[in-house]
């Protein structure tokens, strides 16, 4: 053999053990394991506070995505394996209609997660909408009678939700107990602020009405002595008599902003802000970011109910 094939030859072997090193490496090497306590939450709102009282400890799995409804969303087959994969389930538990569909196939999917009610101990509140206009309704998510199940839109029940995460953290993993009541301490340190900033942004608003198209604000608004009017009802549009009747509210009480959720069709809350000479704006009871979202809800509320 040449001196060129000789070094030829080494170069060739020398690629085919670099070829099998990165093969190797990429076919068989494990994947990197999730570090925590796998924990499902059913909305955007409730993974800040997991997250938070959780700290390092938990990893945190969000069912209904951004933009989607959880009056509508079904899981889909990748969410599911997380939920097998999870010890923790952290339900909001307030009758959403994602959690009334779907927990029992969560729970057989899973018979050894834990799964909290984050609403043990709030007083659930009547469902308010729009004023009957005698026209019928069919049937439709929101039963007539129905509680409200948008607990989280207060901050106040925040606190207490917090208070039943770190309670079901503790229950799954004692040796940390020190640091989820720690966690939970600086997390109602936030909720606190957030109350009293939320207060001072309404204040002297006291009793005012605000126009909404899916009523989701109830909770906030027994908070803050305010009125929510809902153009929907029984998850439907108004009828023609209806959409008078909200339309002359409106008026009467010189409203002159409509807020709506970007889950829903806004068509006829845009139609109505043109008969009021109003405008349309967009407030999230969804928002991923609690403390965040929930202070620009407070932004623009106080706007609206400024502007009327």
Not at 93 to 106: A, K, L, P
Not at 135 to 156: C, K, Y
Request: hydrophobic letters at 40%; proline letters at 5%.
């Amino acid at each position: 053999m040449g001196l060129a094939q000789a070094r030829m030859a080494v170069i060739v072997a020398l690629l085919v053990v670099m070829v099998g090193v990165l093969t190797t490496g990429c076919t068989i090497a494990p994947s990197k394991e999730r570090d925590g306590i796998g924990v499902i939450v059913t909305i955007g709102p409730q993974r800040e506070m997991a997250e938070r009282i959780g700290g390092g400890l938990v990893h945190v799995t969000v069912m209904v995505p951004p933009n989607a409804s959880p009056h509508t969303y079904s899981p889909t087959p990748s969410q599911m394996k997380d939920v097998a994969d999870a010890e923790v389930y952290l339900k909001v538990g307030s009758g959403i209609e994602f959690e009334q569909v779907h927990m029992d196939t969560v729970k057989e999917n899973s018979q050894d997660m834990d799964i909290v009610d984050c609403s043990v101990g709030i007083t659930l509140i009547p469902m308010v909408e729009h004023e009957d206009d005698g026209e019928e309704e069919e049937e439709d998510h929101h039963d007539e009678g129905a509680l409200d199940p948008h607990i989280w839109t207060s901050p106040v029940n925040m606190m207490t939700m917090a208070r039943n995460v770190r309670d079901g953290y503790i229950k799954v993993d004692p040796d940390n107990k020190a640091t989820y009541d720690a966690n939970l301490e600086a997390y109602l340190a936030d909720l606190r602020a957030l109350d009293i900033d939320m207060r001072a942004a309404v204040a002297g608003h006291e009793n005012d009405m605000f126009l909404v198209y899916h009523p989701a604000w109830g909770y906030l608004a027994k908070d803050y002595n305010l009125t929510q009017l809902a153009i929907e009802k029984g998850g439907k549009d108004p009828g023609p008599a209806g959409l008078v009747a909200i339309i002359e509210q409106a008026k009467e009480h010189n409203i002159t902003v409509i807020f709506v959720e970007p889950q829903f069709d806004t068509s006829r809350a845009e139609t109505i802000a043109q008969e009021i000479g109003g405008e349309v704006v967009v407030v999230d009871p969804l928002g991923d970011d609690y403390l965040v979202n929930m202070r620009n809800v407070a932004t623009k509320l106080a706007a609206g109910l400024s502007a009327g």
